[in-house]
């Protein structure tokens, strides 16, 4: 699955820290009734026999309703599940390497807090990046704000689109206007809501807004 822009509109991140009573593939399948445009699989508490699992479970609901399904750090495993491709850290694999893993029809985001991060990134064959923490993060404690202005340099300063995520919310997402991205990644904003369709909903309504792609 090619990257289209309007894919990155609304992307979900999942955390099951939140689930409930409910599953996650439950919560996901709210998510994307409600108009969320990619999801990323991010659960670093499961074992890998587990992530497999939901993976699997994942990927036919998600292009159900054409949605990409992106795996977290482990490029392996995405080719294994057939997943639409990948994100990686600045301290997980070279992306290069992860392309000739994956092969060119598949996505790769990349995590960029930096200008230089962002075009070596871009040079490499990203199709996308991901920067953060905007307003700070409610999964990784140990997260340091993206200053705004920086979130803009980055935008500006590569040709792939950027997606903004950490903290954001309904609250604060229209505070992220005029920056250039192409869309919010959200975790909490959605998946630690009661309604997570509701909250979605919301969201993408705001994601579009931002510049997004309704």
Request: glycine share 10%; with cysteine; hydrophobic share 45%.
């Amino acid at each position: 699955m090619r990257l289209e822009r309007k894919m990155l509109t609304l992307y979900a991140v999942t955390d099951r820290s939140w689930l409930g009573e409910k599953t996650l593939y439950q919560q996901v399948e709210q998510a994307l009734k409600a108009g969320v445009t990619m999801v990323q699989l991010r659960e670093k508490n499961l074992s890998m026999e587990d992530f497999e699992k939901e993976a699997r479970a994942l990927l036919p609901l998600c292009h159900m309703y054409h949605v990409p399904l992106i795996i977290n750090d482990d490029v392996e495993l995405a080719k294994r599940t057939g997943a639409d491709g990948v994100h990686i850290g600045q301290s997980d694999m070279e992306i290069k390497k992860a392309r000739e893993i994956l092969g060119s029809g598949k996505i790769i985001g990349v995590t960029a807090k930096t200008v230089e991060q962002a075009k070596a990134a871009e040079a490499s064959g990203a199709d996308y990046l991901g920067s953060g923490a905007v307003f700070g993060s409610s999964t990784k404690k140990d997260a340091i704000p993206l200053d705004h202005d920086l979130l803009q340099e980055i935008c500006e300063s590569v040709q792939i689109p950027v997606v903004a995520i950490g903290g954001i919310t309904a609250e604060n997402a229209m505070l992220l206007k005029g920056r250039g991205i192409a869309g919010i990644a959200v975790v909490s904003g959605i998946f630690a809501c009661k309604d997570t369709g509701q909250a979605a909903a919301e969201l993408r309504k705001i994601a579009v807004r931002l510049g997004g792609t309704d």
